[in-house]
């Protein structure tokens, strides 16, 4: 059963396929349909979808998808290896492969489908302090600008 709550913030992406955008959203990403919302056909005309709690995406059926590289979705896993493997055994687009980054963090960036770009975060050291990633940050662009 699946706990229901108020989503303090979800995303709603136009998709051209739910199924198939399902399918790709459980092989690749590991999320779950909570409801799928039939239109008066009977056909699903929406889905939502949940990874972990919070982690809500509303899929909307729609001919006309114009993903946008303006907008890139970052999603926090605690297995980032897991996806990367999801993602190659699904022939997904990869757009960096997992690399770690200054800021504490190993990320994948990936496209669904329908091309929305995510960002998969997984954390390095979750015992480090803001302080200490922003300072680690700062110094790393302090030396690239000199």
């Known amino acids: 059963m699946h706990e229901f709550y108020q989503m303090p913030l979800f995303v709603k992406l136009k998709v ?7 399918v790709w959203y459980k092989n690749v990403l590991d999320f779950h349909s909570v409801f ?24 909307i059926k729609d001919e006309k998808v114009n993903a946008s590289s303006s907008v890139i979705i970052n999603l926090f896993s605690h297995n980032i290896h897991n ?5 190659l055994e699904n ?23 329908d091309g929305y770009i ?8 979750s ?3 803001f302080d200490c990633v922003i300072e680690n940050v700062k110094g790393k662009f302090d030396r690239n600008r000199t």
């Open 83 to 87: 996806i990367y493997q999801s993602a």
């Open 36 to 59: 799928d919302f039939p239109d008066d056909k009977g056909t699903v005309s929406m889905t939502h979808l949940r990874g972990e709690k919070y982690q809500d995406l509303m899929l």
């Open 16 to 22: 051209k396929n739910i199924e198939k955008s399902k």
């Open 118 to 125: 995510f960002t998969i975060t997984e954390s390095i050291d």
């Open 91 to 113: 022939k997904t687009s990869i757009i960096q492969e997992p690399t770690v980054t200054p800021w504490n963090a190993k990320e994948l960036t990936i496209k669904d489908p």
């Open 127 to 129: 015992n480090k302090s």
